[in-house]
């Protein structure tokens, strides 16, 4: 592969990404069928297949694509809705738990993205989900998730201290479903150089 080759396939993928929404055809017609199964891997690879799949449809181009690219963005699109409808409702259960308790928390990431920038789940993969919870409220929450089969058996309070002094967020790996959710206090690790506006 030419050393060049990733930066105009970045750059084909971009002006992909414009199609529908400006008129710019985005080099369409330059492209053959091998190079849209690399075009939609690329995408697919830097998770924005299932947003080339929507601006392709909606262009009315995606039709025209061969059946193995079309297959590559259609399975993409499909696993982030299925995926992210799942994550949904898990946070659904959490904001229960923790409201129950009288845990404020805030969806940060993808959880926000997806719906109100994108404004289609289908369209923004995740991976995790991210919570923002008060510093002064963390043990209230780690003890909450526990009771929601996440992270650990043991009890964790007494680590916590330790966590708020060197850490801004915890992970909890879900003891049944493949589910992870980050809880965080801070927006960034402390001593870090970049401070959250």
């Not at 299932?50 to 995606?62: F, I, K, M």
């Not at 039709?63 to 993409?76: C, E, H, M, R």
């Not at 409808?85 to 009288?102: C, K, Q, W």
């Not at 650990?152 to 309070?157: E, I, K, N």
Request: charged residues 20%; contains cysteine; hydrophobic residues 40%.
């Amino acid at each position: 592969m030419p050393a060049d080759e990733p930066a105009r396939r970045g750059r084909l993928l971009l002006g992909l990404l414009r199609v529908g929404k400006s008129g710019n055809e985005g080099g369409i017609g330059r492209l053959d069928g091998g190079a849209w199964d690399s075009i939609a891997s690329f995408a697919q690879e830097h998770g924005v297949a299932p947003l080339l799949h929507e601006r392709l449809q909606t262009s009315g181009v995606l039709a025209t694509l061969p059946d193995s690219a079309q297959a590559i963005l259609v399975a993409a699109r499909r696993t982030a809705a299925f995926e992210n409808l799942r994550h949904y409702a898990e946070f659904r259960r959490i904001s229960v738990a923790f409201n129950r308790r009288g845990i404020p928390l805030m969806a940060l990431k993808g959880l926000h993205l997806a719906e109100q920038v994108y404004g289609d789940i289908s369209l923004r993969p995740m991976s995790d989900m991210d919570i923002l919870v008060p510093e002064s409220r963390v043990a209230q929450a780690v003890a909450a998730m526990q009771t929601l089969d996440y992270g650990p058996d043991g009890d964790l309070s007494g680590s916590v201290g330790k966590m708020l002094q060197s850490k801004c967020n915890l992970g909890f790996a879900h003891r049944r479903h493949d589910v992870y959710v980050e809880v965080h206090w801070k927006l960034s690790e402390p001593g870090s150089p970049y401070a959250a506006p």
